[in-house]
Each structure stands twice: as C-alpha cells, then as structure tokens.
C-alpha cells in the first residue's frame, strides 16, 4: 500500500524536494532560537553591552522573517503537492471506472461510486502533504532536540526524552482505532449518497406513490447512522486530544522540575535552564504534529484502501493483446451456439444460431424475458457470451478491440439516456467535435428541427437531468439525430417507439426507416405491426430461435409468430 502511495510522488520528485528542504530549514531554525537565547542570557547579559543585545535581538527577528517564509512555502506549496496527488488519485479512479463492465455497474450503488470518487479522497490530498514531510521534519526536530539537549546536560536530556515513545506509543494506539472508526464513517458517508442519489433520481415515483414519509424514514436511518458513526470517531478524536494535552503538559512541568533541581545542584546555569525549557517546547511542536499526522493517517488510510481495493480490481472485460481495429465492417452478423446467463444464474439464451447478412433488417419478436434484448447486449460486449461465439464479417467479436467493435454499432432505446447538457452536446454526443452544419443535418433526419427552431434558445437549450424537460417523442428523436452522426454501420433499435402516440410513432418510423438504410437493422418490438416491412422476423422463446421467416411466411406457418399476431389483432380490435 505504500509503494502504491509512494509512487504517486513521482512526477512531483522536485516539488516535494523543495517543500522537504523549506521544512527542514524551518525546524532548524526552531531550534536554533532557544540556543540563541541561551547564549544571550549566559554571555550577553553578564557582560551589559546593550549594542550587542540589540543586534542579537535584530539577528533573531531576520531569523523568524526567514522561518516565516519557509513556512508559507511548506503551507503553500506542500498543500499544492497534496491536492496535485489527490487529483491524479481521482483521474486514475475515474478512468478504471470507466472501463469496468456493464456488469459491474449492474451490481454496483452509484452513490457508493460517488462517494469512493469524492469523499474517500479527501483526506489524501492531507496525508500526502503532512504524511512524509512533516513525519520527516518532525523526527529530525525532535532527534535534533535532543541532540542539543544532550550537548547542555545529557542527563536532564535523557530524564526528559524518556516520556517521548509514550506519547509516540499512546498517539499511534488511538491511530488504530481511529481508523476502524474512519472505514465505518466512509461506509455510512457511501450507503448515505447511494440514498440520495436513489431519491432524487426517483422522485417523480416517490411523489407519485405519496411516499415521502416512507422515503424520509428511510433516509432517517442512513441518517442516524451517519451520526453514530461520526460521534464514534469524534469520541476517539476528544480522547486523544485530551491524553495528549495531558501528557504534554506534563512533559513540560517535569523538565521545569528536573531543571529547577539540576540548577539548585550547579550542574546547570539559568540560561541552559531557560534552553532547557524552550527546547521542550519546540519539542511539543513536533509532537503534535506527529499526532496531528496520526490522527489524520487513519481517515486518510481509510479512505485509499477503500481507493486500492477498487483500483486493483481488473475490469472483467479487456481487449486481448492481438485484438485488432476495425474502422468500418460491412455489418454480417453470426451467432453460433451463444449460451448465456447473468451472474451464472439460470441460463437466459441457450444456444442462439442465426445469421444476419450486411445490410438486412432483422426483427427480434417474442414473449417478454425471453431474451431479446440480452442478444443484443452481447453484440457490442456489454456482458461476455459464456460458449459460443459471435461473429461481425465473420471475424469474433473478441479479436476486435472493445472501442472499434462498438464504434460500429449504434443503439436506440426507448428509454433514452440524455446528458444534463444542451441540445447541441447532446446530439454532438454521436460525433464528438462535430459543426453546428452537421448538427443542423442530423437533426433534419431525425425530424427534429422544427422543435429545436422552436425553444427559445434553439440548439442551446438545456434540457435538464436525463433529459427531463423534453417530452418522450422528442427525446426519442434526439437519440436519433446523436445515431445520424454517428453513423454506425450496425443499427439495433430496442422498441424505439413503443411508447409514442401514433403520430409522433410513425413520424419517428420514418426517421428510423432512414437511419436504417444501408445499414445491419435489427429491430425489438412488441408491436408487429412496426416491423411487418422488416427482411426477416426472429421468433426468439427460451428455447431459442423457434421460427424465421418474412411476415406473409411466418403467418403461413401458424405457429408462435402467426398466435402473438393474432393476440395482437385480437387486442387492437377490442380496443377499437
Ligand atoms: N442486467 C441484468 N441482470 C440480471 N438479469 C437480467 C438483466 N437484464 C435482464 N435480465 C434477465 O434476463 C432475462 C431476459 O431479459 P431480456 O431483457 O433480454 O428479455 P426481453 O425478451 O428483451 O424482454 P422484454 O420483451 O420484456 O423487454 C429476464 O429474465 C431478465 O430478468
């Protein structure tokens, strides 16, 4: 864990050799003001010459002038090397998110994400800058202390460092119970995010059921354990605060006595007295940075084990060493024996075969859970076949890399995921860096460039958290302009219109039916009369492909496809 925190110091070798040598510098000093003191009163007071007692007295202002310095340097520059390492822990964990599997943000709360990415780093930055420097500053105060102390009086010395590996001791006792309490705290922080996050996202549902009570109840609880949690890491902080004081205050009233006693035995003069005590203090100093350091190490800890376990964690999915980069597949399609099931519970598809030829138009029909979408998400590597293979230009999927293979695949969704961003970002989202003329030519596709001309601030207008200020058919037709731009040479639509009214249904067929030109389709819908113009029709049931064919064939065969038409006949007529 270390060798992994240390390496964070790399790119900033100089930086901390600079802040190290202003620290060093500024302990130096601390110790050199109770020998100058020491010297003034022996020497410069028995002989009365005040000139000199002035010039001492100018001497040890320029020395604090420098002291000061030195430290704005350590404060400064030291805090700036800490927030630079936190902010490179943040970068290298967002990046390893990034690349986890869908499967892992299946199972995974994204406020436990948020918070590993925000609050767990924050006491790093802290332990990156006072950790080593100040342990390094510190050691060499106290060790320099002593130095000086046992060159005026070793015994007085020794009585009086004596007590230091106690409050050494004492100090990293309650470090390591700190640091159980700071992994609950960020525990409790976590689930508490995941709550929010949870509620906000779904608040349309909570006001929807009338159940804020319930909702408040619930946040109730994170609530009260958040603060239980709190309270048990600020009982181990008042403790340590109160022993330490304790500890040190007798620290200083020891050497006062021992030292009072020695100068009543002769074997010290009142100016190595007065040393005697003030290197005492400037002992404190570095003792309560120790504890300062202490205190903070284990929430900093805490918070990068919490960082190491995630970042050591291998993203389930990787390209293999020889996979190659496509730029642009013709959009052949093979499934061979594709078994599949998530998180190795019952199998979803169990041995899937068909093929699609480039440029065709598949339809995917069939009872709900039957697995339609799954074989779709096996095509661009959402999840990993568990047998079989799937093949693009008959070549595997798995020796293309993950970033070209699913450069080539395009998919729509009824339930469209927009960014809390502008029209234009969002649509630009399918072409990064791509002109307003382009935007503007996406749009006229996707039918959507009366409504953009119509909001107040056109291709500007923010349209809220996923999308929220724009009715279902609208997004719908965005998610279709940001496809246009894409332009993917493989098409999957995943009941893309199911929820619309007719008219705006049809409109976004027609927009749908354009993007699907020259390109691999392959359509999910549950409403058969959406995908009757549709090359070939999947039946897709647990038990596979059970029927293929056109339409007018399928219907023919009287089987599953010609009995959910019928159902649906039986049901529009109905209504009717
Ligand atoms: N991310 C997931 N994790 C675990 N199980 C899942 C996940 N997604 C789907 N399933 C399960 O896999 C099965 C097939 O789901 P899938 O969504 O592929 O069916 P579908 O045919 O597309 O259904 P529908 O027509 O209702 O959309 C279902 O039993 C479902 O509960």
Known sequence: MLRAFMSYYKPYKALFAFTLACGILAGALELAFPLAINYVIDNLLP???????????????TMYILNGGFHYVVTYWGHKLGINIETDMR?????????QSVQYFDNTKTGHLMSRLTNDL???GEIAHHGPEELAISIMTLLGAFGIMLTINWKLAILTFVLVPFLILFTYYFGKKMSVAMTMLFGSIADFNSRVENNVTGIRVVKAFVNEKHEMDKFQTNNNHFRFSKLASYKIMAKHT????????????FVLLCGTWFVIQGELTYGEFVAFVLLANVMVGPIQKLNAVMEMYPKGIAGFRRYLDLLNMKPEQEDRPDAIHVDQVKGEITYKDVVFGYENKDKVLKGVNFSIKAGETVALVGPSGAGKTTITSLLPRFYEVESGEILIDQTSIHDLTMASLREQ????????????????????????????????????????????????????????ERGVKLSGGQKQRLSIARMFLKNPAILILDEATSALDTETESAIQQALAELSVGRTTIVIAHRLATIKEADRIFVVTENGIEEEGTHQELLQQKGTYSRLHQAQFDFDYAGA
């Open 91 to 99: 970068r290298d964990l967002f990046s390893h998110i990034q690349n």
């Open 122 to 124: 924050m006491d790093i």
């Open 47 to 61: 002989s009365g010459n005040w000139q000199l007692i002035l010039w001492g007295g100018i001497g040890l202002f």
């Open 242 to 253: 109160a022993f330490s004081q304790i500890l040190m205050k007798f620290l200083l009233i």
């Open 409 to 464: 695949i395009g998919v729509v969704q009824q339930d469209v995921f927009l960014f809390d961003a502008s029209i234009r970002e969002n649509i630009a989202y399918g072409k990064l860096g791509a002109t307003d003329e382009e935007i503007w030519k996406a749009a006229e596709q996707a039918q959507m460039t009366k409504i953009i001309q119509s909001l107040p601030e056109g291709l500007d207008t923010l349209i809220g």
